[in-house]
């Protein structure tokens, strides 16, 4: 779309008008992007998380609790290809589906330290969790902890240095947005980083003193191809893709904790990953030996 600014400007209007229509002006231009891209194939590396557990004992109020976790998991290592995900249709490419896969980068031992902490005269808790994976990660919760259980949910925030391939179609677009200088076709591999972010619910029955059955449910946005780097094409630099959606995955933990002279915790339990786009389940089994620090 082609604006003729100078005549744009001597519009017989009042100054806060003229001022409120260069701002939404500017905010269009500003909104798109000289670069866009068509991914027909990707393939990434993704990260999913371990499942987070709460206390597992009473706390009593005003008390703060340090716990050292080290775990390990043993289960399906796959590459699950994405359905339904596709190009949307936009004024340079039409709608077309592509070709995804995501291969699943679990380790098998990872490390963990979490702080509780119930306020005074209260059974709400707060806290946090610091864990290697190797990627490391760090999570914030609020709950509740009382006599027979406790609940409470938390946000959780991970860095993760993965492998990308992908394939497509780009263009370069000049003159606002109206000429196309440069397109071809694009075929590349990259380290990438990524920040991702993931929510969760955790809760627990105590069925004794020292023994608790530990449930926990998330749901995680693992990587993102809201755009790709293109270096290899004549105008290098990050391409915006036209692709729908990013994929959402959830998890599903339920195990038992035992807690023994109020200083070691062993776990053990059933986790499985799942996304929409995939029909298949990825299932992890989970041990875990915790230290009470503080």
Not at 39 to 54: A, H, I, Q, R, Y
Not at 110 to 117: H, L, Q, T, V
Not at 160 to 179: E, I, P, Q, R
Request: proline share 4%.
């Amino acid at each position: 779309m082609y604006i003729d600014i100078v005549k744009f400007s001597k519009l017989k209007i009042f100054p806060g008008w003229r001022i409120a229509s260069f701002l939404a002006l500017s905010v269009f231009l500003c909104g798109c992007s000289p670069r866009v891209a068509n991914m027909t194939k990707g393939s990434f590396e993704v990260d999913l998380p371990e499942p987070f557990l709460g206390a597992g004992i009473y706390i009593f109020p005003d008390e703060l609790h340090v716990r050292g976790t080290m775990s390990y998991n043993t289960g399906d290592k796959e590459t699950l290809a994405l359905e339904g995900v596709k190009n949307r249709a936009s004024s340079q490419f039409s709608e077309e589906p592509a070709d995804v896969d995501l291969t699943i980068q679990k380790h098998p031992v990872s490390g963990s330290a979490d702080i509780f902490y119930k306020l005074r005269q209260s059974q709400f808790t707060f806290g946090g969790n610091l864990a290697i994976d190797p990627n490391p990660s760090a999570s914030l919760f609020l709950g509740i902890n009382g006599l027979y259980g406790e609940c409470g949910y938390g946000l959780r925030l991970d860095y993760l240095k993965a492998k990308a391939s992908y394939s497509g179609h780009y263009v370069y677009m000049t003159d606002n947005f109206l000429t196309r200088e440069a397109e071809g076709d694009f075929d590349e591999t990259h380290d990438q980083w990524n920040v991702n972010f993931g929510l969760f619910f955790f809760s627990s029955l105590f069925v004794m003193s020292n023994l608790s059955i530990n449930f926990s449910t998330g749901v995680y946005l693992p990587t993102s191809w809201d755009e790709v780097y293109l270096e290899n094409v004549e105008h290098p630099g990050d391409y915006d893709v036209m692709e729908d959606d990013d994929p959402v995955f959830f998890s599903q933990y339920v195990g038992t904790m035992v807690t023994l002279f109020d200083l070691i915790q062993l776990g053990a339990g059933e986790m499985v990953y799942y996304t929409p786009y995939s029909d298949k389940f990825i299932w992890q089994t989970h041990f875990s030996v915790s230290f009470f620090i503080l």
